[in-house]
């Protein structure tokens, strides 16, 4: 069984202007998914700024995640690492703390081999009994994890069930589906392509545009599963602009200035992140109102 089907929220981490983690608005921003459809929450992933948050300051908000969502949907906890031995302890914690499943970033910067990355991935697993969700994004990571290795780690390993889809490939994610046989759950992790996913034996999308439009992602994927492919794909089409907005620079500083825009004071970003180029703010403000979500 799925982790979970639908629209999976990657959702921001707030900073206070001293650079702290914001709790208090991290609660608010959970419950605005949760009251809109959301259908799972995924915390210190990419758009949750994992990579600059302390190993202390990752485990704390998994935590307090965890404690807000309170079993109303899944929580899926961001754990990777490129070392292998840190995305050990941080799943083994996360999983301590109540997370649904895991999420696992194929390794940035060492560049491993197929055979690197499945025992890479194979070694966390066996760490933990909860469910993994492989993550390839080799656009952001210089690695890309082949559908042969995604196939033969979801055979062979019980508890990694599934990947979230970020390679833009739709042709790599065509082959990965046809060598599946119904052992891999797919997530579309770009949010300009989940009905094509869909269409191709997705589960879900594991999404930045749920940040601030959950209803309408979640709906996206709900009408294609009743057979409303005609207004799934609407959905999807109208959606584009905005899109294309929150990936007008690195993410996640587009969406984190649209919830700011949006009055959710999420804060800034840590370095070396840093705030929206004004020249592209009018751009994402344009595709907010067109959406109707400003």
Partial sequence: MAV?????VAIVTPFKENGDV???????????????????IIVCGTTGEASTLSHEEHLDVVKYCVEKVAGRVPVVAGTGSNCTQTAVYLSREAEKYGADAVLLVTPYYNKATQKGLYSHFKTIADSIRIPVILYNVPGRTGCNILPETVVKLCSEVENIVGVKEAGGNISQVAKLMALADGRVDLYSGNDDQIVPLLSLGGKGVISVLSNVAPKETHEICTRFFEGDVAGSRALQLKALELCDALFCEVNPIPVKKALNL?????????????????ANVPKLEKAMKGFGIL
């Fill in 22 to 40: 914001n709790y208090e608005k991290f609660a608010e921003l959970v419950e605005f998914q949760i009251q809109n459809g959301t259908d799972a």
């Fill in 262 to 278: 949006m009055g959710m004071e999420t804060g800034s970003l840590r370095m070396p992140l840093t705030d929206m180029d004004e």
């Fill in 4 to 8: 979970f089907t639908g629209a999976g």
